[in-house]
């Protein structure tokens, strides 16, 4: 059903989010590159929102790759651009796809 496909997928990292903890601050979360997955990702649309009585523009986006290790707290980098993960879908439960709905502060 899906041959082929990854003819059209290119490298995305997927970043996990560590929690370091000092004496001073009390804890410090950093991300590290997770995984290397092959997928792409596709513009769904944009919308600018009002956050703190500012102006604030947002881009939905989806990501189509193989079955990864993808959680809704990591983040997706690609092309020095971060994405937020929103949701991670198994499409259909066939264990061949999954659709990551990402959204990214313009």
């Not at 490298?11 to 989010?17: A, F, G």
């Not at 790759?65 to 959680?71: E, M, P, Q, S, Y």
Request: glycine share 4%.
């Amino acid at each position: 059903m899906l041959l082929g496909i990854d003819k059209f997928f290119y490298d995305i990292d997927i970043e996990r989010p560590t929690q370091t903890s000092d004496e001073w601050s009390g804890g410090n979360e950093t991300f590290t590159t997770h995984k290397t997955v092959q997928g792409l990702i596709r513009q769904l649309n944009g919308n600018e929102i009002n956050v703190s009585q500012k102006d604030t523009a947002i881009a939905t986006h989806r990501m189509y790759c193989r079955i990864a290790d993808i959680l809704t707290t990591d983040r997706v980098l690609y092309n020095s651009i971060y994405y937020s993960i929103t949701r991670v879908n198994n499409v259909m439960n066939f264990n061949a796809l999954m659709q990551v709905d990402l959204w990214q502060q313009l």
